[in-house]
Structures are given as structure tokens and as C-alpha cells.
């Protein structure tokens, strides 16, 4: 068990301090590299605020997708791209479907921890 402050405080407290107090400090050539820095900052702290939640979501969508209970989600994604590749999913039906749904979801996932913003 970890005490405060987390590691999410921790990074939204120096990703405060640089946004509100270097930032403004800086010369106006060096301000896109900082705002760079601080967005990294809050994308590192949704990522360890959502843990291992989206990845193992994903993985229990492609297991159920190939109804294989055994295999990792790194050969499960391997075997998506070859399967994508091969026009495997091309056809209409309930495969595609879930496809469908599972792409969504992922993207959706990245999407709340590189740009939350951008789900409304």
C-alpha cells in the first residue's frame, strides 16, 4: 500500500508547478517543449490512474472475439493484424460486428488517457 502522495499526485503537482510558474519564465522558443513536457506529465498520470483496466479489457474483448481463453494479448493482437490483413473481417456479420466494437472501445480507451478532451 502506497501512502500520499501517489504517483498521480505527484506528477499533477509538477505538472502544476511547470504549467503555472516555468512556464510563463521561459523564453517564448522554449515554451512548446515545456507544454510538451506537462502533457506527457497528465497522460502518465491517467495511465497509472487507469492501471492495467484498459489492457485487460482489451484482451477479454479479443479472447472473446476468438474464443480463446489461453492465449496472451500480445499474440491475440498479432493474430488480429494478420487476420485484418488477410480480409478476414471483410465480411458483413456478428465477427465484424464485434470488431467493430472492440476497435471502438480501444480507441476510446487510448483516446481518455492521451486526450480525454476529445470524447466530449
Do not use: C, W
Amino acid at each position: 500500500m502506497r501512502h500520499e502522495p501517489t504517483a498521480e499526485n505527484l506528477l499533477e503537482t509538477a505538472r502544476a508547478v511547470l504549467r503555472d510558474r516555468i512556464l510563463p519564465a521561459l523564453p517564448p522558443e522554449l515554451r512548446y517543449e515545456a507544454l510538451m513536457v506537462a502533457n506527457a506529465m497528465a497522460i502518465a498520470a491517467r495511465q497509472i490512474a487507469a492501471g492495467d483496466q484498459p489492457v485487460e479489457e482489451a484482451a477479454a474483448r479479443l479472447r472473446a472475439l476468438y474464443d480463446a481463453s489461453g492465449e496472451t494479448a500480445g499474440a491475440l493482437d498479432a493474430r488480429l493484424v494478420a487476420e485484418l490483413r488477410a480480409g478476414a473481417f471483410d465480411a458483413p456479420g456478428p465477427r465484424r460486428d464485434a470488431l467493430y466494437d472492440h476497435l471502438l472501445a480501444t480507441a476510446r480507451a487510448r483516446a481518455a488517457e492521451s486526450n480525454p478532451k476529445a470524447l466530449g
